[in-house]
């Protein structure tokens, strides 16, 4: 990670900031260490001085403070990224949009809602519940992650593959720019062809460009019947291209995801599951009792066709939620495998074709290691994820892993894939961002300059340093 001195909070600033926000507003070691976190490898690196809006005029206020004093902006929303994106690595003052958690608007007939950038998935997901709307918002990346960084990380998830991912949800946004500007972008309206799509500017921008504070998102009916299968292959290989087969032959899967046979060991641990230690198969399906039905007898040919073994099924809800926890507690049964270890994770995504010829390259690579790694993914989408199993206090094994990451990134880039599906750039991947769009970076540092001259955006991250 990039080493920055600290900036310190000027006198004034700290007076302006109390004077808008009274006691909304810390410098409290806990709090500072708490906001300079996420789940990532990286050292906490806390902000100087932590502030909680409750809205737009206050965050723009805020803003146009540390504008006038060129003071870092961090925006936070849960702190459950991977890439440092949330680490003030050059000190500043950290926006925790926690207290901006209210739905503002909610069309059923339109199947649309607005929300501050505080609200989570989950809470959103329980208000539509409530309003007995029988709608739902699909995106979900495991965590219960607030939608304005969820939107700010581009995020996705194991539904993307029917659903898509944030880019794909997000219909506008309110965002504070800067110079303290608010704008808001994009619509209600199903398409446009009005100007410049901000929206998707700022979708993925990671805090960059604009502090997102409200987000208008599209929703989609609750399915009539839900069941969850798995099933497992005595290789990875036939695996993937059993799901290759699935999406060519057009069948609308709602959840594709695949376990290594080392994962699946440490999900079993962490848990509580029986499966056998092979590479398996989470399959969801969604639609009409008889359209599910239809799917997965459809989908168990495929199976068979490939090796795998007949279908468990998990139809009762709370087994289908049992089932879908130990999927995304992924990351902490890995961790569980080796006592006392960090994990250095890493994430790319492929054209489907290539899928199964770069995960067996993978596994070719981490057979060079002797250190854990599992390997797990949204392969209904061509993403996948790796997480190398580290000792915090090992500079070599850091190294070695840094080398894995390097090695499955040029991977994927060969094959016209990315360097990361979906969780973002941060500060752990500007070298990846480089060599995958090369001329366009510089592009996009005219964006960045354009809109935040004073660099006080979330400095350091997204955009490769210069000097």
């Not at 909070?9 to 996420?38: C, F, M, N, T």
């Not at 208000?127 to 990380?153: I, R």
């Not at 495929?302 to 090796?307: A, D, K, L, N, P």
């Not at 002797?370 to 061509?382: E, I, M, S, T």
């Amino acid at each position: 990670m990039p080493e920055h001195p600290q900036t310190a909070i000027p006198a004034e600033l700290v007076k302006q900031l109390h004077e808008l926000l009274a006691d909304r507003l810390s410098v409290e070691k806990q709090v500072r260490e708490e906001h300079g976190r996420d789940i990532s490898r990286f050292p906490t690196a806390p902000p100087d001085m932590v502030v909680f809006p409750e809205n737009n005029e206050e965050i723009q206020q805020i803003v146009r403070a540390c504008a006038e004093f060129s003071v870092p902006i961090i925006p936070f929303g849960t702190g459950t990224a991977v890439e440092g994106g949330v680490l003030a690595i050059r000190g500043g003052v950290s926006i925790d949009l926690g207290k901006m958690n209210r739905v503002l608007r909610f069309s059923r007939d339109d199947a649309d809602v607005t929300v501050e950038a505080g609200v989570t998935r989950l809470e959103l997901n329980e208000y539509l519940e409530e309003q007995q709307s029988g709608l739902y918002f699909p995106v979900d990346p495991g965590a219960n992650a607030s939608l304005g960084g969820m939107a700010a990380t581009r995020a996705s998830g194991s539904t993307a593959v029917r659903y898509g991912t944030m880019r794909e949800n997000v219909m506008g946004l309110t965002a504070v720019l800067a110079d303290g500007q608010l704008i808001r972008t994009g619509g209600r309206a199903r398409k446009s062809s009005a100007g410049y799509d901000l929206t998707h500017l700022l979708v993925g921008s990671e805090g960059t460009l604009g502090i997102i504070t409200e987000v208008t998102l599209r929703l989609q009916p609750e399915p009539a019947a839900i069941s969850a299968a798995v099933c497992q292959f005595d290789q990875i290989e036939p695996a993937v291209r059993c799901v290759i087969d699935v999406l060519t032959g057009g069948i609308p899967m709602a959840r594709i995801e695949l376990l290594d046979e080392i994962q699946v060991a440490a999900v079993n641990s962490y848990s509580g599951l029986t499966l056998e230690e092979r590479p398996t198969l989470l399959m969801e399906f969604h639609g009409s009792q008889n359209h599910v039905v239809e799917q997965a007898e459809t989908v168990g040919q495929f199976v068979q066709q490939h090796g795998g073994s007949d279908f468990q099924w998990a139809i009762d809800p709370e087994q289908r939620k049992k089932l879908w926890q130990a999927r995304h507690d992924a990351y902490y049964a890995s961790l569980a495998l080796r006592e006392g270890s960090i994990a250095y994770i890493t994430d790319v995504c492929v054209p489907i074709s290539r899928l199964a010829e770069c995960i067996m390259e993978t596994k070719q690579i981490l057979q060079q290691t002797n250190l854990p790694v599992p390997l797990f993914g949204h392969v209904g989408d061509g993403n996948f994820h790796v997480l190398i199993l580290i000792d915090p206090e090992s500079d070599e094994e850091l190294a070695e892993a840094q080398e894995i990451n390097r090695q499955i990134v040029q991977l994927a880039l060969q094959m016209d894939g990315t360097s990361t599906g979906e969780h973002g750039i941060g500060i752990g991947k500007q070298d990846a961002l480089l060599e995958e769009h090369g001329e366009g970076v510089e592009v996009m540092r005219a964006i960045k300059q354009a809109l935040d001259p004073q660099n006080i955006m979330n400095p350091g991250k997204v955009l490769p340093r210069t000097e």
